[in-house]
């Protein structure tokens, strides 16, 4: 086992590409830690890093407060299993799984006993005399995982070891590399673009984006309180919707958060109200997940609040329980603007200076002016901002029909222009 503290990390490649910017990270002993992340935005290489495969430009690495900067991978005992299981493949499986002992010079009889042991863990002791073209893809990666662990290392690094995979294959072998790294006390940490991975393997997850970790936490705090537009989008997976909202401290004490021509009535008794509050006449990011959501039958006879009007856009049947696709008049926003030189989502947008009326021709107070959607990139006028609405047993809403969707404001998170949370505690 080891406790692994990361501060101030720094990765340039030339001319000028910063993989790792600064990053900082505390792996506690025996904890497994998931990182997500698109393509690009450091994951491989900070495993790298840790294992000693490539050096950092700046920054420190300790395991158990010891740096290791001058220790070689080997040295550090540290393993890593790929996103392909690169085995030798004119070697056995026993001879692969075998092959770290030997370098290390460990007796033939204990490398026996460590090869059968490892492979018992992995279901692959039947397969110790086979060559890897005789084996499937599930099974070379259970050889790879076997090879990773049979030195007992303190630290765990998985690189996207089951995106090849699909479906209920994958899901299993990722629950059983999450099992066998805690029951070694191996201290983990699995980087993966793949928001379906991370709840299952991680004691914490965090959101990696552009060299720097934006969020991490418990993977439920992270989900209901994600600290950035970001990792919302991110971690919500594609059913949370970004929506452009307009802020108004309305008559009688509630806030109003309009999107579209409908609005989110907080009352002021509640404490995300008053922080609302204070971006009255300004615009903040709205990110709507599906379990925040319902029907709440035909707009026309829709009754109670908070409710936002819509028409179903498109359905989706998941077997008894369905999803649909309903627009609702808003404006979407891609939280991952990469525009140069805007601050945020919402900064990246430029002003047509035009106001924005409110239905009986009212306007929103102090309201900037309406936002241009076409600075956002891969986000255009014709793209409309569709809630996803789970559906429940025979419920199929018709293609075209007009639905009241009503929101659980509890579940539905608020972002200032530059992406950051907004709720209690926000100043």
């Known amino acids: 086992m080891a406790a692994v503290t990361i501060r101030g990390l720094v990765k340039v490649f030339p001319p000028a590409v910063r993989a790792v910017d600064d990053l900082s990270l505390d792996l506690g002993d025996g904890e497994v830690v998931a990182l997500l992340g698109a393509p690009g935005c450091g994951k491989s290489t900070l495993l790298k890093l840790l294992a000693g495969i490539t050096a950092p430009t700046r920054g420190e690495i300790l395991f158990d407060g010891v740096d290791v900067a001058d220790a070689t991978p080997p040295e550090r005992g540290v393993a890593m299993v790929f996103q392909r299981p690169a085995l030798y493949p004119r070697s056995t499986v026993a001879a692969n799984i075998g092959f770290p002992l030997r370098t290390a010079s460990v007796r033939p009889g204990r490398v026996q006993e460590l090869v059968l042991a490892s492979a018992r863990a992995t279901g692959v002791e039947g397969l110790l005399t086979r060559l890897p073209a005789e084996l499937t893809v599930d099974q070379q990666q259970r050889v790879a995982l076997a090879r990773a662990i049979v030195r007992r290392p303190g630290l765990l690094l998985f690189d996207e070891p089951v995106s090849q995979f699909a479906g209920r294959e994958g899901e299993r072998l990722l629950a059983e590399t999450a099992t066998l790294a805690r029951a070694l006390g191996s201290t983990a940490l699995y980087v993966t673009p793949d928001r379906g991975d991370v709840p299952a393997v991680a004691d914490r997850i965090g959101v990696l984006r552009d060299g720097r970790i934006e969020d991490l936490?418990?993977?439920?705090?992270?989900?209901?309180?994600?600290?950035?537009?970001f990792v919302a989008s991110i971690v919500g997976g594609p059913s949370t919707t970004l929506l452009e909202g307009g802020v108004h401290v309305e008559e009688g004490g509630h806030v109003a958060v309009w999107i579209g021509d409908a609005p989110l009535v907080l009352p002021w008794r509640d404490l995300l109200a008053r922080q609302l509050a204070h971006f009255h006449g300004d615009r903040v990011l709205v990110g709507v997940p599906a379990e925040a959501l319902a029907l709440a039958g035909p707009a026309p006879n829709a009754v109670g609040a908070p409710v936002l009007p819509g028409v179903v856009r498109r359905v989706v049947p998941l077997g008894p329980h369905g999803e649909c696709a309903v627009d609702v008049g808003g404006t979407p926003v891609d939280p991952d603007s990469r525009r140069r030189g805007a601050r945020g989502p919402l900064a990246a947008l430029r002003s047509t200076g035009?106001?924005?009326?409110?239905?009986?021709?009212?306007?929103?107070?102090r309201l900037g002016p309406r936002l241009d959607l076409s600075a956002i990139p891969r986000v255009t006028a014709d793209h409309p901002a569709e809630l996803v609405v789970r559906t429940p047993p025979a419920v199929t809403p018709r293609v075209g029909a007009p639905v009241a969707v009503r929101v659980d404001l509890s579940r539905v998170h608020f972002f200032d222009a530059h992406g950051r949370r907004i709720g209690a505690g926000w100043r």
């Open 217 to 229: 936490g418990p993977p439920a705090r992270v989900r209901a309180r994600p600290a950035t537009a």
């Open 354 to 365: 035009r106001s924005r009326p409110l239905p009986g021709g009212r306007r929103h107070g």
